[in-house]
């Protein structure tokens, strides 16, 4: 019979599998069990919606028998079975997901919306990792013939009529010889096989059957003291058919909901944090939460989809509904089992659905309580979280023009000029000093710039707590949280930080303004529209200038309005300061009665400096370097 090959992508495949890379061999069975158990559903479903009240879920198995000799083991479901154009597409070429097909078919057909466990993994192809030959005997429902297709691997595949009599499928697999490296035998023994089953495929809702030997006393022996033994074989059901979240809480482990989670959402780190929660009530629902270790490489693009699967009574409606989860904690990953919620519900209904929207509050506020207990029990865990979905918490804050900010204020953190760890705004809050009127908050490149900024120096100086922020939201954020437990945010940049002064240092300073007045003019007339002042400095202590800025619009958030792509660039209202303590303030006093001119190149010096220190660039950095220039050469 002529082979016929497989297409391009599958052939890559299974060169892979064949040669596998692969360290999971075992994995093989998993995928094949989920096969069979998409096909009895399929079947079960397709009953369902042809109003086929008489199906029962018990009616259907999935079946594994093993020939040690022929070295096979088989694997037989009750499910829909496959045409032979069916086989022809879905076991000759990859990518072309059956489950898919049949999703879309339904859809168009019975406005159902049910979603097929389509687990993607690597699927059928999995079968060669550990086969030199696979053979599948597949009858579809409804059809009168059967069909067999064979293949030893990358050479491709055959098919021929068969003779099966009932509806489903029957995969056969002629393991490899054992290597060195790999013992493929034991794939035929009932110990390792019950094994793979509790690991993988314990929760597939129908029965995994096998013959198992069992022992037994033989008859008539039991009476004389010395009873003999024999075996004989029995069908046992492999699988507990529990999902993992109907299970009790206290029966599971760590590597239980970790195992799970790998399979589910294939991330190889282990989750941040588990949440299984049972609720009774007016709905009751059982939810089985993950907060993923890392964000996955999509999170912070337009690609990535928010939701939680959704159960009725542990069968799956909706793979991904994105209506369970609040957009600030879309990176939650998991599902809720409810038996409250209808099977046959359609997705616009879900939306509307009241019992749904009671479990989505329910959930947020859960979420919540257990992000603020990681918060205060573990820092360190909570800053890695935070590492990784932190800025999703703060573009909550700032969305829907601040409607979840009460919610989320209390699990920000921020790095601290006085603290090693990362603070919250309520330990901020709580030792702030007496006469401390607002939350102190700069904005910067890295923490290391920011704590250099010359607009630090008199906060620190007074003992006050600045909290450090790096990311380009940061300050709308504070801008749409305006306060926290009733103290304003200020920042360190602002035109004024109202620092409660002495009658005396007001006069001071007072005095020295006056006595500047005409410099500060002049130079405010030198750089025109550039700042909107030239003033004297109260908080700088070390060094000669800086700039800070009027109203609403702050120099970092001018850099991250203007990075976006827009007509208008904004513009912050600066204003330059100068140390009036400085050596400079002197110089410039000094240079001012007697050139003019030398004031001019002083002042576009000064403010050049100003703005490196902000990290903006220079408007016009030739002027500035001949100004230096002519500085140091005194000419
Ligand atoms: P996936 O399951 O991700 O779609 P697979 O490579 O595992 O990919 O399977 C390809 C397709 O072959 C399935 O989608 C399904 O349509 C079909 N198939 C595989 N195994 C069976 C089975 N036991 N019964 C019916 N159809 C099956």
Redesign the pocket.
């Known amino acids: 019979m002529a082979k016929k090959q497989f297409k391009a992508e599958s052939k890559r495949l299974l060169d892979l599998m064949i040669n596998s890379i692969y360290t999971h061999r075992e994995i093989f069975l998993r ?2 069990i ?3 158990s ?2 009895i559903d ?1 079947r079960y479903y397709k009953a369902l919606s042809e109003g086929d009240t008489g199906v029962s879920r018990d009616s259907f198995y999935i079946f594994l028998e093993t020939d040690a000799e022929a070295r096979t083991l088989k ?1 037989t ?1 009750n ?4 045409t032979k154009e ?1 086989m022809e597409k ?2 000759g070429t ?1 990518a ?7 999703k879309s078919a339904m859809e168009n057909a019975e406005d159902k919306d049910i979603d097929i466990i ?4 690597v ?3 999995s079968a060669f990792m550990v086969s030199d030959k696979v053979t ?1 005997v ?1 009858r579809a429902e409804g059809s009168e013939e059967s069909w067999i297709w064979e293949s030893s691997g990358a050479d491709g595949y055959t098919m021929k009529e068969g003779a099966k009599e009932e509806t ?2 029957e ?1 056969i697999l002629v393991l490899k010889e054992d290597t060195e490296d790999e013992n493929y035998s034991r794939f035929l023994e009932e110990y390792t096989i019950r094994g793979l089953i509790r690991k993988y495929s314990d929760y597939i809702r129908y029965p995994i059957r096998m013959m198992v030997s069992r022992s037994r006393v033989k008859e008539g022996t039991e009476s004389d003291g010395k009873p003999e033994y024999e075996t004989y074989m029995e069908e046992e059901t492999l699988n507990s058919m529990v999902p993992l979240w109907k299970k009790q809480k206290s029966t599971l482990k760590d590597e239980d909901y970790n195992q799970f989670y790998h399979e589910k959402y294939f991330d190889m780190a282990d989750p941040a944090k588990v949440i299984h929660t049972n609720v009774e009530g007016v709905v009751s629902y059982t939810a089985l939460l993950f907060i993923p270790g890392q964000a996955p490489f999509d999170y912070y693009s337009k690609d990535f989809e928010k939701g939680l699967s959704l159960y009725s009574s542990g069968v799956l409606i909706m793979d991904k509904c994105p209506d369970l989860l609040p957009d600030h904690f879309s990176f939650v990953r998991g599902l809720v089992d409810s038996q409250d919620l209808s099977l046959n519900i359609s997705r616009e209904m879900l939306q509307h659905d009241r019992q749904l929207k009671a479990i989505a509050q329910r959930l947020e506020k859960k979420i919540k309580s257990e992000l603020s207990e990681m918060l205060h029990k573990d820092r360190e865990a909570y800053s890695a979280f935070f590492k990784n979905f932190g800025l999703q918490l703060k573009f909550g804050v700032y969305d829907k023009y601040g409607m979840h900010k009460d919610l989320l204020s209390d699990l920000l953190i921020y790095h601290s000029s006085t603290e090693e760890k990362m603070v919250t705004l309520s330990e901020y809050v709580s030792r702030m000093k007496e006469d401390q009127k607002f939350i102190y908050y700069a904005c910067g490149e890295s923490i290391e710039k920011i704590d250099h900024m010359p607009q630090t120096e008199l906060l620190k100086d007074k003992g006050f707590e600045i909290l450090y922020m790096t990311d380009d939201i940061d300050e709308f954020a504070v801008q749409m949280l305006r306060e926290y437990e009733g103290k304003q945010f200020r920042s360190v940049s602002s035109e004024d930080l109202e620092i409660e002064e002495s009658e005396e240092e007001k006069e001071q300073a007072q005095k020295q303004e006056e006595e500047s007045r005409e410099l500060l003019d002049f130079m405010k007339e030198t750089l025109g529209d550039r700042v909107s002042e030239v003033r004297l400095s109260r908080r700088l202590k070390t060094h000669p200038v800086c700039l800070t800025t009027r109203g609403g619009i702050s120099i970092e958030m001018e850099k991250v309005l203007n990075a976006m792509p827009a007509d208008e660039k904004v513009r912050a209202e600066r204003v330059l300061e100068i140390n009036a303590d400085h050596e400079i303030a002197e110089t410039l006093k000094r240079v001012f009665e007697e050139d003019r001119e030398a004031v001019r190149k002083y002042t576009e010096i000064l403010y050049g400096q100003a703005l490196l220190i902000e990290g903006l660039s220079l408007e016009d950095p030739i002027a500035y370097t001949d100004a230096v220039c002519s500085l140091m050469t005194g000419k």
């Open positions: 995928e094949l989920s096969n069979a998409d096909a399929k694997i479901d499910g829909v079975g496959m069916e879905n076991l990859i072309r997901s059956g489950s898919l097909d049949f389509g687990q993607f993994g699927g059928f192809y599948v597949s489903g499928t995969v």
